[in-house]
């Protein structure tokens, strides 16, 4: 292993959006089990250091591939096609139209069949782009317009975290 590997280096898997969970969650047991600091008792601090490097670096990457949108971003990064979601927030007409409906809607919704609905729709919508996100980035590898994708999902995810609040604050 190499701390300058990528995450999907590091993991052994391939560079890919599709990853098999199962897979990956072995993959990273086993990573914890060689680099966890425990491991490194008897050889005193210096090693016990760079284990613990090891292993903060193996979370962090099970962290980012295990997350759908984490992966697209950091795929999108690795192929030149930052994200830069701070700098860039240019979206479609339709698609900011789409959130200003969503918004007025969670704003409106008085009761709990109402929040679970919009949550539904969201859900969907979520699945869907995950979907072409897929196909934008291990058919096409068209690495500029899956970063428009991520920035777009990103504002899918905040407004589902919002609607969670909502069902929460709800009782649910």
């Not at 069949?113 to 699945?127: F, G, I, N, W």
């Not at 072409?132 to 970063?147: G, N, P, S, V, Y």
């Not at 995810?157 to 604050?169: G, K, P, S, T």
Request: proline letters at 3%; glycine letters at 4%.
């Amino acid at each position: 292993m190499k701390l300058d590997s990528d995450d999907f280096e590091l993991f052994d898997l391939p560079r890919r959006f599709v990853l098999d969970r199962d897979e990956l969650d072995a993959r990273w047991r086993a990573l914890q089990a060689e680099v966890h600091p425990d491991r490194f008792a008897s050889e005193g601090g210096a090693a016990q250091r760079v284990a613990m490097q090891w292993a903060v670096r193996v979370n962090e990457a099970y962290q980012r591939l295990k997350n759908p949108l984490k992966r697209a971003a950091y795929l999108c990064e690795l192929n030149g096609a930052a994200i830069d979601a701070e700098n860039n927030t240019a979206m479609p007409g339709s698609f900011l139209m789409q959130q200003m409906e969503w918004r007025e809607a969670l704003d409106d919704a008085g009761d709990l069949p109402a929040v679970e609905a919009l949550a539904d729709e969201v859900a969907l919508h979520r699945q869907q782009a995950l979907a072409a996100l897929q196909a934008t980035l291990d058919e096409r590898h068209d690495w500029a317009a899956a970063a428009q994708q991520v920035r777009a999902l990103m504002f899918v995810e905040r407004f589902a975290d919002d609607v969670d609040q909502r069902l929460e604050a709800l009782g649910q």
